[in-house]
C-alpha cells in the first residue's frame, strides 16, 4: 500500500516531466529542414510553413517572420501574392532597405511568372532596383537586374535586355570557381545558367543564329548529366530544337522539343510551353501532318483560354487554324477569328513595341468585318461570306497595310524634320525617351585629361575625320594622342554611348544634314550615300540610318523630294 501512496505521489511529478520534455518547442532551424529541399510550389510545406509563421509571430522575431512569408509565398501557389504582400508589409516596417528590395522582387517575378502582367513586374524591379542601391549584396542586386532584362526582352527592347544579361552572366560566371556553402553555390550555378538561356533567346531573336547555337549547346553540355537542373536542361533543349527547325531538320527538331516539354509542363512555365508547341506545329506543317499540327496549335489556344495570355512568337497559329477551317468548317472558323482578335488586343495591350513590329497577315478591321459578316449569314450566304474573308482579307489587308506604313514613315519624317529645324537632331532616339535607363558604372577621368580629349575629339568631328573608311577606336586614339581605353571611358561617360554607336551617330548625322540642305545627295544611291559618311556596306548604312532616325533612308529621300517639289 506504501509503494502504491509512493506511485500517486510520484506520478505526477514524473508527468510533469515527461509533459514538459514533450511541450520542448522546436527551433526555428528544426521546424524549417523537412521542407527545405521541396520543390517549388508543393503544398505539403505549408503546415511546416505555418508553424514556423506562428512562432515568429509569438516572439515577435520578425526577420523570422519574413522568411516564413517567403517560405509560403514559395510553396503555397493560390495565395503567391498574399504572402508576398504580408512579407513586404513586414519588412517596411521592420527590415533593412534589402529585406525590402527582395520583397518588392519577389512580387514582380509572381507578376512576371504566374500571371505574365509584364508592365507590373516591370515597376515592381524598377522598385526593387531602388532599394537595392547601396546594396553589399551583390547576388541579389544582379539578380534584380536579371529580372529587369527579361522584362525588357518580353517587351522587345533586346539590345537593353542584352547589355543585362552579359553584366549578369559575367559575375556568375566569376562566382562558380570561388568556395560557397553549398546553397550558395547552387544559386550562382542556377543564375549562371538563366542567364546562358537568356541570351540564347536574345540571340535568336536578334539573328544571330551562330552564337545562340553555341550558347545553347554550351548550356545542354553543363546541365546533360546534372539532376539539380532538369528544368534548365529542358530550357536548353528547347532551344536547340527551335535551332533545328530552322535549319529544316524537322525530325530532330520534334525529337529535342518533345523531351523539353515534360519538364517545362511541370513547372507550369505555359509560356515557354506554347513556345514549344508552337514549333513543334511548325515541324508537322513542314511535314504536311496537318492533323498534329492542328493538335499542336490546338494546345496554344488552350493555354490561351486558359490563362488569357499569349506570346507575339505564337500568334500565328491562328492564321493556320483559320485557313485550316476556311473551306469546311464555318463555326471553328469563326471561332478561332474571334480568338485571333482577341490575341491582337492583347498582344497591343502588353506588347506595345512588339506589336508595331508584328506583321499582321489579318488586318484587324477585316476580320470584324468578315465576323460580323458570318454571324449575319445564313447557311445560303456562307459561300459568299467564305470569299469575303478571303477577298477582304486579302485586298482590304493590302490597303490597310500600305496606308498605315506609309502614315507611319510620314510621321517618322515629319518628327526628324522637326528635330532638325529645332535643333534637337543629336538628342537620342525618341522613341526610346519611356525606358528607363540604369546608372553605368563609370571610370573617372581626370578633368585634365577630359578636356584635352574634348577639345581633340571637337577637331576630329569638325575636321570630319569619321568620313574616313575603317577607322577604329584605336586608330583614332593614336590620331588624338591619347589610348583606346581612355577614349572609350571619355565617350562612355561624356556622351552616354559606346564608341560605335557614336561613329554611326556622327556618319548619320551628317548624311542626314547632307540630304536636308543639299538636293544634289537626293539622287545618290544608297552605295554612294554610305561611301560619302565612310560606311562599307549599303544594308549597315540603311540600318544605321533607321536605328537612328526611325526611317529609312530610300523613304526618308523619297518625302524630301515630295517636300521639295522634286519629280
Known amino acids: 500500500m506504501k509503494k502504491f501512496y509512493c506511485f500517486l505521489i510520484l506520478f505526477p511529478v514524473f508527468s510533469q516531466f515527461l509533459f514538459s520534455q514533450k511541450k520542448e518547442e522546436k527551433t526555428f532551424s528544426e521546424i524549417r529542414k523537412p521542407y527545405e529541399k521541396m520543390a517549388i510550389d508543393d503544398i505539403h510545406a505549408m503546415p511546416y510553413v505555418k508553424l514556423y509563421i506562428e512562432k515568429a509571430k509569438n516572439e515577435n522575431n520578425f526577420s523570422k517572420l519574413i522568411q516564413g512569408y517567403r517560405d509560403a509565398r514559395q510553396f503555397d501557389y493560390k495565395n503567391k501574392m498574399k504572402y508576398a504582400d504580408s512579407a513586404l508589409t513586414v519588412s517596411l516596417q521592420h527590415g533593412s532597405q534589402d529585406d525590402i528590395s527582395k520583397e518588392y522582387l519577389s512580387k514582380g517575378i509572381i507578376y512576371y511568372f504566374y500571371q505574365k502582367k509584364f508592365k507590373l513586374a516591370l515597376n515592381e524591379y524598377i522598385k526593387a532596383y531602388t532599394h537595392s542601391k547601396g546594396s553589399k549584396d551583390?547576388?541579389?542586386?544582379?539578380?534584380?537586374?536579371?529580372?529587369?532584362?527579361?522584362?525588357?526582352?518580353?517587351?522587345?527592347?533586346?539590345?537593353?535586355?542584352?547589355?543585362?544579361?552579359?553584366?549578369?552572366?559575367?559575375?556568375?560566371?566569376?562566382?562558380?570557381?570561388?568556395?560557397?556553402?553549398?546553397n550558395e553555390q547552387f544559386n550562382y550555378e542556377k543564375a549562371y545558367l538563366n542567364c546562358l538561356h537568356q541570351l540564347t533567346v536574345l540571340n535568336r531573336y536578334l539573328h544571330h543564329f551562330a552564337k545562340s547555337d553555341s550558347l545553347s549547346n554550351l548550356g545542354y553540355r553543363l546541365t546533360a548529366n546534372n539532376s539539380d537542373f532538369v528544368l534548365e536542361k529542358s530550357y536548353f533543349l528547347k532551344c536547340i530544337g527551335i535551332s533545328r527547325f530552322h535549319h529544316k531538320d524537322y525530325v530532330g527538331a520534334q525529337d529535342h522539343l518533345q523531351k523539353s516539354l515534360p519538364n517545362i509542363l511541370k513547372r507550369n512555365d505555359f509560356a515557354w510551353a506554347s513556345v514549344v508547341y508552337y514549333y513543334l506545329g511548325k515541324t508537322y506543317e513542314a511535314q504536311d501532318n496537318v492533323n498534329k499540327a492542328v493538335g499542336c496549335y490546338n494546345k496554344i489556344d488552350s493555354i490561351f483560354n486558359k490563362h488569357d495570355f499569349i506570346l507575339p512568337e505564337v500568334y500565328k497559329s491562328y492564321h493556320y487554324l483559320i485557313d485550316h477551317c476556311k473551306d469546311k468548317d464555318l463555326e471553328n472558323q469563326l471561332y478561332y477569328t474571334n480568338q485571333l482578335l482577341k490575341a491582337d488586343s492583347l498582344i497591343s495591350k502588353d506588347f506595345p513595341y512588339l506589336s508595331l513590329k508584328l506583321h499582321k497577315d489579318f488586318d484587324r478591321r477585316t476580320l470584324m468585318d468578315a465576323k460580323e459578316e458570318i454571324e449575319r449569314s445564313s447557311t445560303k450566304k456562307i459561300v459568299l461570306a467564305q470569299i469575303l474573308i478571303v477577298s477582304g482579307s486579302v485586298v482590304l489587308g493590302f490597303f490597310v497595310i500600305r496606308y498605315r506604313r506609309g502614315q507611319k514613315i510620314k510621321k517618322q519624317y515629319q518628327l526628324l524634320q522637326k528635330r532638325i529645324a529645332e535643333g534637337k537632331y543629336n538628342m537620342n532616339d525618341i522613341l526610346r525617351e519611356e525606358m528607363i535607363e540604369l546608372p553605368v558604372r563609370k571610370t573617372s577621368l581626370t578633368p585634365e585629361m577630359a578636356l584635352e580629349i574634348k577639345e581633340k575629339l571637337q577637331k576630329f568631328e569638325q575636321e570630319q575625320h569619321f568620313k574616313k573608311k575603317g577607322i577604329t577606336q584605336k586608330s583614332i586614339a593614336l590620331k588624338l594622342g591619347t589610348n583606346s581605353h581612355y577614349l572609350s571611358v571619355y565617350i562612355n561617360e561624356q556622351k552616354g554611348i559606346n564608341f560605335n554607336k557614336y561613329m554611326a551617330e556622327l556618319r548619320i548625322n551628317y548624311i542626314t544634314n547632307l540630304l536636308n540642305t543639299n538636293s544634289k545627295y537626293l539622287n545618290y544611291t544608297i552605295e554612294a550615300l554610305a561611301d560619302e559618311c565612310g560606311i562599307a556596306a549599303r544594308q549597315n548604312f540603311s540600318n544605321l540610318f533607321f536605328d537612328i532616325n526611325g526611317i529609312r533612308p530610300t523613304d526618308y529621300i523619297k518625302n524630301r523630294k515630295k517636300e521639295l517639289g522634286i519629280s
Open 138 to 182: 551583390e547576388y541579389h542586386r544582379y539578380k534584380v537586374l536579371y529580372h529587369l532584362g527579361i522584362v525588357k526582352s518580353h517587351l522587345g527592347y533586346y539590345d537593353d535586355a542584352m547589355k543585362h544579361f552579359l553584366e549578369c552572366t559575367s559575375y556568375y560566371r566569376s562566382k562558380l570557381n570561388e568556395n560557397h556553402h553549398e
